[in-house]
T-cell receptor, first 111, second 112 residues
Framework: GENVEQHPSTLSVQEGDSAVIKCTYSDSASNYFPWYKQELGKRPQLIIDIRSNVGEKKDQRIAVTLNKTAKHFSLHITETQPEDSAVYFCAASKGAGKSTFGDGTTLTVKP | DTAVSQTPKYLVTQMGNDKSIKCEQNLGHDTMYWYKQDSKKFLKIMFSYNNKELIINETVPNRFSPKSPDKAHLNLHINSLELGDSAVYFC???????????FGPGTRLLVL
């Protein structure tokens, strides 16, 4: 089955700095790669996603890049703010309910 | 209007009991999921149910069973509860193809 590895498990940055979280996947049939943000005590919510026919996608301060050949994708957050502090999960999916999540990254943005 | 709802929000029970958690989605999605999130925050999929096909994570004990009365509901039944079952359980749904998952608010289960 699919295996998704996510690094780092914890990340601490100063407000205004950039943060990068990386994920690798094993199944070349995976074609959809979402990122979810989970604030403390809340549910995970989608913040950005990318499909296998696209190499990069950007939405304001967040961007995701995908390298299909190397089977890795990354989340980039620029100009971090304290409200970006949360647990971030990557996932790899090949449709029909077959999704695998990474183990999560706890991001702390220090004011 | 809540997209994915779960009841109850909190569940405190004794070891050995049987309990159920209900999940409903009003998004018209055709795939529903159950996840377990433990104290280390790992989000582990337990089941996905898509067009009457059940995909089970092989690590899930058979004390856990999903039941879907219709496309909008996927309930989770747990028999003979154990201390290690204490966790937050999230229900989610997606539209196949889109695969963005919409999560419910979670049910915090505490087994004493």
């Amino acid at each position: 089955g699919e295996n998704v590895e996510q690094h780092p498990s914890t990340l601490s940055v100063q407000e205004g700095d950039s943060a990068v979280i990386k994920c690798t996947y094993s199944d070349s049939a995976s074609n959809y790669f979402p990122w979810y943000k989970q604030e403390l005590g809340k549910r995970p919510q989608l913040i950005i996603d990318i499909r296998s026919n696209v190499g990069e996608k950007k939405d304001q301060r967040i961007a995701v890049t995908l390298n299909k050949t190397a089977k890795h994708f990354s989340l980039h957050i620029t100009e971090t703010q304290p409200e970006d502090s949360a647990v971030y999960f990557c996932a790899a999916s090949k449709g029909a309910g077959k999704s695998t999540f990474g183990d999560g990254t706890t991001l702390t943005v220090k004011p | 209007d809540t997209a994915v709802s779960q009841t109850p929000k909190y569940l405190v029970t004794q070891m050995g009991n049987d309990k159920s958690i209900k999940c409903e989605q009003n998004l018209g999605h055709d795939t529903m999921y159950w996840y377990k999130q433990d104290s280390k925050k790992f989000l582990k999929i337990m089941f996905s149910y898509n067009n009457k096909e059940l995909i089970i994570n092989e690590t899930v004990p058979n004390r856990f069973s999903p039941k879907s009365p219709d496309k909008a509901h996927l309930n989770l039944h747990i028999n003979s509860l154990e201390l290690g079952d204490s966790a937050v359980y999230f229900c989610a749904s997606s539209q196949d193809g889109g695969e963005t998952q919409y999560f419910g608010p979670g049910t915090r289960l505490l087994v004493l």
